[in-house]
């Protein structure tokens, strides 16, 4: 497996190449050690209705709670977990656990949220993938209309012909859809209509240049007039200050997160804010 191509022959092995591969392999094992042990918890991080500041939902971000090294974000994790296949129990796991949460709140009778989930490109390649997530849904007995699966750009283009019918039996399951990081990819305009999507979310990269001049922002209006005409909810990711707050609520959208409003939370943090029903920015 590890070869490379080296003058005339194949060096197998070489010095740097075994460090790289004990390496390797030695976080493989860790990670796959951290799913036995339960180390992953999710956190989450409010949506918010920026004309009030209330949360209307929360997106569940996946981290890694490593007893020696603290807590590791996802983009640390996810690739290699994506490169080994640790990505299809992860996966599950991550669904599983957000679908029990929503059914935990509304139980304890907290205000309803919606619950946005992410997804991995490589979970479109598993056959089972539509049935794992119907049986989850059926399990934990979750309102599916309360749950949202996000799915990126590149996802989306890399091999549209099998994403495609796999979207829409999704959307027969009850959730919706939204496209996750919308804008940084490279997807033709003209797939949006033909897909069953509901909610575009505004790129971070779009909402931190706000601020920066009127080329900046009128992307950021282009996109959520595009969603207005499409009739799709419109989400702005990354909202850190006021500017960028009243800047999106001008521009017809509605919806926002970012760290003006929350940082991503433990489930009592989230709890707490909730209770508190309203989260604004002062
Ligand atoms: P994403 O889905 O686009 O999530 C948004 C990221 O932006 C999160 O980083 C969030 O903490 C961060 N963020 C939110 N508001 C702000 C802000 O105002 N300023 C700044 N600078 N950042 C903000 P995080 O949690 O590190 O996640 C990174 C990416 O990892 C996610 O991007 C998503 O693609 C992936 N990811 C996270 N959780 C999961 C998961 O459960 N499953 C899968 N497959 N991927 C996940
Ligand atoms: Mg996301
Ligand atoms: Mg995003
Ligand atoms: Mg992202």
Redesign the pocket.
């Known amino acids: 497996r590890s070869k490379r191509r080296q003058g005339s022959g194949y060096h197998f092995f070489s010095e740097e190449m075994n460090h790289q591969a004990v390496q390797r392999l030695q976080q493989e094992v860790q990670l796959s050690r951290a799913l036995n042990q339960q180390e992953f918890e999710?956190?989450y991080?409010p949506k918010i209705r920026l004309a009030d500041g209330v949360m209307v939902g929360v997106?569940?971000?996946?981290?890694w709670n490593d007893p020696v090294r603290g807590m590791i974000?996802?983009?640390d994790f996810?690739p290699l977990?994506?490169e080994t296949g640790l990505?299809m129990p992860?996966?599950q796991w991550?669904m599983t656990e957000?679908c029990q949460q929503v059914v935990r709140w509304q139980k304890a009778g907290l205000p309803p949220l919606t619950m946005?989930?992410?997804?991995?490109a490589r979970?479109f390649q598993d056959p089972l993938f539509i049935e794992n997530i119907a049986n989850i849904l059926r399990k934990t007995g979750v309102n599916p209309a309360c749950i949202e699966l996000?799915i990126?750009e590149s996802m989306l283009m890399e091999n549209m012909d099998d994403v495609l019918p796999m979207l829409h039996q999704l959307k027969g399951l009850g959730v919706s859809l939204a496209i996750?990081?919308f804008g940084t990819g490279y997807s033709s305009l003209a797939y949006l209509k033909q897909m069953p999507i509901d909610v575009l979310?505004v790129?971070?990269a779009f909402?931190?240049d706000i601020g920066a001049g009127k080329k900046d922002r009128a992307i950021t209006c282009a996109i959520i007039l595009l969603a207005q005409q499409l009739e799709l909810k419109v989400v702005a990711?990354?909202?850190?200050t006021q500017e960028q707050a009243e800047f999106l609520t001008s521009s017809g959208c509605n919806l926002g997160?970012?760290?003006?409003y929350s940082?991503?939370l433990q489930v009592a943090a989230l709890e707490k804010a909730l209770r508190n029903t309203q989260l604004t920015s002062a």
């Open positions: 999710l956190h991080q997106e569940a971000l996946i981290r974000p996802p983009n996810i977990a994506e990505i992860l996966s991550i957000a946005a989930i992410n997804l991995s979970q996000e990126t996750d990081d979310k790129d971070r909402v931190k990711e990354g909202i850190e997160q970012g760290f003006l940082r991503p």
